[in-house]
């Protein structure tokens, strides 16, 4: 049934998504996630207490994170009941965000399957109007809630009040898609600053969020100050940064299969340097369960992914877990 499911949402991923413009593509699938129960067939989920992991703390039923994209409550409650251990929000700025100008997201095939490049520049509905939304949304598994912001002080009003209605938080320090938050990664001894105030704002386990533009900046400056801050999650990571001239941008963020050799060979050498004083959750690449298994392999503590969701689509989660309880 697994194997029939992802066979036919590749047919319809190549026959039909693929081919609409991209825009008409994300209508389409932001309308079918509101509007259709996938959440209700327990087909697209694997409920097995096996499975769960801790991560800061906090119990998740499998290791598998629906990575940030989504700010819709309506499309974050669907996800929860698809497979996933834990579904992560937009990142969150203090002020409502229109977001770059379309086209602001492109596929890109690559020799290593079908990703995605970004441009989105934070389109989301800021702090308040977000606030009133999630707190009517119920947590059927583990709610990450991401902030965003330019100043320590975007970060420290989002953590405190956010932070209540989620069961983590996660710092995002590294989309690529404005200055706003990848110059982060240039100022490191800021990062330490903001990750201290940051952290005495909420009691909820805290995530930073890293770029794999700045690996080096990551190990020498960045894990250490969210150490020292008392920040024990690591998200490694964000999307790379390419030159694409059909955004609006220029420039954006890669998404997909093609950033998964440099997703592990981060997770490797951070598992490495920081050994067990870091819990990691892999991000980058991840559209299959053999790669799944390689990160899980390489140490990490739980698995994030987006751009997979869209590509083998919803039943992706299901393959994993079951590739997991199989060789459990
Ligand atoms: C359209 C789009 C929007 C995204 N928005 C955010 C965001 O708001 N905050 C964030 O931390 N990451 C964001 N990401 C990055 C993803 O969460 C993830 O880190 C990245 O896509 C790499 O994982 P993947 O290869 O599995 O997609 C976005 C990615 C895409 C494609």
Redesign the pocket.
Known sequence: MTHALATLYRLFYDGVLSRLPEPSAIALGQTALRLLPFDRLPVFRLDDPGLAVVLGGVRLPNPLIL???YYDTRILHRAMGLGFGAV?A??ITTTARPGHPAPN?VRLRTSAGP??V?C?G?A?PGLAAFRAAVARLPHRVPLIL?V?GESVDDYVTLARELGPFGDLV?F?V??PNTRLVYAWSERPQELRALMEAASGATTKPLIV?VSPDFADVNERHIIPAALEAGVRIV?Y???RRIEEPRLSQGAG?L???A?FDATLANLERTRRVFGDRVEIIA?????APDKALRLLDAGATAI?????FITRGPILARQILEALQARA
């Open positions: 990575a940030a994209m992560t937009k990142s997201l990703g995605l970004n989105n934070f989301n991401s965003a996660e995002n590294s989309s969020k998200n990571g964000n999307t963020g998404s997909g299969p950033i991000t980058g690449g991840v559209d994030g992914y987006f751009t997979g």
